[in-house]
T-cell receptor, first 112, second 109 residues
Framework: EPEVTQTPSHQVTQMGQEVILRCVPISNHLYFYWYRQILGQKVEFLVSFYNNEISEKSEIFDDQFSVERPDGSNFTLKIRSTKLEDSAMYFC??????????FGPGTRLLVL | RKEVEQDPGPFNVPEGATVAFNCTYSNSASQSFFWYRQDCRKEPKLLMSVYSSGNEDGRFTAQLNRASQYISLLIRDSKLSDSATYLCVVDTGGFKTIFGAGTRLFVKA
């Protein structure tokens, strides 16, 4: 069964450093999403991406964040200058025209 | 008012019990509705989509009331493996998805 994959599974970084989180969506999916979940809190929408551009973004997704689909298979989330409060689990999701989103296993980011 | 609001929980029930979760949403233009489950430190996994006509999948029944902006999930004959956090999820039109805070369920032997 096809699945969304994410790398790395865990990342530790120093405050102020740039991180890139990678996702490989399911191959025939057209819509891509990033979410974050701070430990003990709810899943929060960050951004959606369709047709090679951002469709919608939340207030969390400020200038420090960017997304890219560089090669038709990977979908990346970049955080330019990490803050302590960026520590969270980051989930990628994808879907086809139908409504159901499939989530990757997540990347746990720890900013020290 | 929160965009998606769920029962705070946790719910502690014995095996075999019936348990109901409730959810309300604030955006009347919301188009699609789902229940996901999330196990500790894992990704959300789709449990079922929710339709106005109601839908059932084995022991699970979901209902949507658009007029009241209310979604429910009923689990019958609870199993130990049902222990998880249940997430009410609302899609506002295809590009933005809002999660409720989740309701934790503990099923005990």
């Amino acid at each position: 069964e096809p699945e969304v994959t994410q790398t790395p599974s865990h990342q530790v970084t120093q405050m102020g450093q740039e991180v890139i989180l990678r996702c490989v969506p399911i191959s025939n999916h057209l819509y891509f999403y990033w979410y974050r979940q701070i430990l003990g809190q709810k899943v929060e929408f960050l951004v959606s991406f369709y047709n090679n551009e951002i469709s919608e973004k939340s207030e969390i997704f400020d200038d420090q964040f960017s997304v890219e689909r560089p090669d038709g298979s990977n979908f990346t989330l970049k955080i330019r200058s990490t803050k302590l409060e960026d520590s969270a689990m980051y989930f990628c999701a994808s879907r086809r025209q139908e409504e159901t989103q499939y989530f990757g296993p997540g990347t746990r980011l720890l900013v020290l | 008012r929160k965009e998606v609001e769920q029962d705070p929980g946790p719910f502690n029930v014995p095996e075999g019990a019936t348990v109901a979760f409730n959810c309300t949403y604030s955006n009347s233009a919301s188009q699609s509705f789902f229940w996901y489950r999330q196990d500790c430190r894992k990704e959300p996994k789709l449990l079922m989509s929710v339709y106005s006509s109601g839908n059932e999948d084995g022991r699970f029944t979901a209902q949507l009331n658009r007029a009241s902006q209310y979604i429910s999930l009923l689990i019958r004959d609870s199993k130990l493996s049902d222990s998880a956090t249940y997430l009410c999820v609302v899609d506002t039109g295809g590009f933005k998805t809002i999660f409720g805070a989740g309701t934790r369920l503990f099923v005990k032997a």
